[in-house]
């Protein structure tokens, strides 16, 4: 009972929020309700039992990403932008694809229709490290190099363009 | 629950961001639509590690994988829009189309 009252209303909150944020005008509400959606997608590992995915979407998503978004929003917009419209003319086109993609991943999700959890879910924590020291060894420190590179491709592209400077004048002795 | 509750979620969750990807002018609005994908896929990779390989956590890893290369990736990206923005002070996807920066 109380399984099935958090996953409904984590679901609610994620699908709905999710569904604002593609749908609002204003940007900025857009990004708020962005956190809401990934705060609910947490919820949704936690009633999954994935007690590391829960913390470290809190960590990443929801206070990493989610406040990059609202940052790059206030650092972007303009005022005008409020009053234009943010759908461009293929949303019907847009509907077309969503509801056939919709229909087919539902033909395919009836499938697996009455799979029930086999055991009751058991802290993930310490089998994730072992992996990640063990079998996932190699991915790990791949993800890191990837890491590392996205932090200089970002500092590297947001730099300002910068004229080099003019020679210094020296003193007479120069 | 049942593996199709979850399935269920994160398909809707992926439609709406195929949607927001397809039809938002702005380009951070779709690079918010592609989180969404990116999170609809967490909760399948998490929910099949769930019902179907509960001896081992391997779904959950590859989902944290994906969380730490969707972070690059947002990044990354938001780098570039803030670059477009200084060059061609637009942040609507119909208007960077020259190719050139």
């Given at each position: 009972m109380i399984e099935r009252l958090a996953f409904y209303s984590m679901a609610a909150l994620t699908l709905g929020s999710a569904i604002l944020v593609v749908t609002m005008r204003n940007t900025v509400h857009c990004a708020l309700l962005l956190g809401l959606s990934l705060l609910g997608v947490a919820g949704v590992f936690a009633t999954l039992g994935a007690d590391f995915l829960f913390?470290?979407?809190?960590?990443?998503?929801?206070?990493?990403?989610?406040?990059?978004?609202?940052?790059?929003?206030?650092?972007?917009?303009?005022?005008?932008?409020?009053?234009?419209?943010?759908?461009?003319?293929?949303?019907?086109?847009?509907?077309?694809?969503?509801?056939?993609?919709?229909?087919?991943?539902?033909?395919?999700?009836k499938l697996v229709a009455g799979v029930t959890a086999p055991s009751p879910a058991a802290p993930a924590t310490r089998p994730l490290g072992l992996l990640m020291m063990g079998d996932f060894a190699v991915p790990f420190e791949l993800v890191s190099l990837v890491l590392l590179a996205a932090l200089l491709g970002a500092v590297f592209f947001s730099r300002k363009e910068e004229t080099p400077p003019p020679p210094a004048t020296r003193g007479p002795s120069s | 629950m049942t593996l199709a509750h979850y399935l269920f979620l994160g398909s809707a969750l992926f439609i709406v961001?195929?949607?927001?990807?397809?039809?938002?002018?702005?380009?951070?609005?779709?690079?918010?639509?592609?989180?969404?994908?990116?999170?609809?896929?967490?909760?399948?990779?998490?929910?099949?590690?769930?019902?179907?390989?509960?001896?081992?956590?391997?779904?959950?890893?590859?989902?944290l994988f994906i969380m730490t290369v969707a972070a690059a990736e947002v990044v990354v990206g938001l780098a570039l829009v803030l670059m477009i923005y200084r060059a061609r002070d637009t942040v609507y996807a119909e208007d960077i189309n020259i190719l050139r920066g």
């Amino acid at each position: 009972m109380i399984e099935r009252l958090a996953f409904y209303s984590m679901a609610a909150l994620t699908l709905g929020s999710a569904i604002l944020v593609v749908t609002m005008r204003n940007t900025v509400h857009c990004a708020l309700l962005l956190g809401l959606s990934l705060l609910g997608v947490a919820g949704v590992f936690a009633t999954l039992g994935a007690d590391f995915l829960f913390a470290s979407q809190l960590l990443i998503y929801v206070g990493g990403i989610a406040v990059l978004m609202i940052f790059a929003v206030m650092l972007l917009g303009r005022t005008a932008d409020l009053h234009l419209r943010q759908v461009n003319e293929a949303w019907m086109a847009a509907l077309l694809v969503v509801a056939i993609t919709l229909a087919g991943l539902v033909r395919l999700v009836k499938l697996v229709a009455g799979v029930t959890a086999p055991s009751p879910a058991a802290p993930a924590t310490r089998p994730l490290g072992l992996l990640m020291m063990g079998d996932f060894a190699v991915p790990f420190e791949l993800v890191s190099l990837v890491l590392l590179a996205a932090l200089l491709g970002a500092v590297f592209f947001s730099r300002k363009e910068e004229t080099p400077p003019p020679p210094a004048t020296r003193g007479p002795s120069s | 629950m049942t593996l199709a509750h979850y399935l269920f979620l994160g398909s809707a969750l992926f439609i709406v961001g195929i949607f927001g990807a397809l039809t938002r002018r702005n380009v951070i609005g779709i690079l918010m639509s592609v989180e969404l994908m990116f999170n609809a896929a967490n909760i399948n990779l998490a929910a099949f590690n769930r019902f179907l390989a509960p001896a081992g956590v391997t779904g959950q890893a590859v989902a944290l994988f994906i969380m730490t290369v969707a972070a690059a990736e947002v990044v990354v990206g938001l780098a570039l829009v803030l670059m477009i923005y200084r060059a061609r002070d637009t942040v609507y996807a119909e208007d960077i189309n020259i190719l050139r920066g």
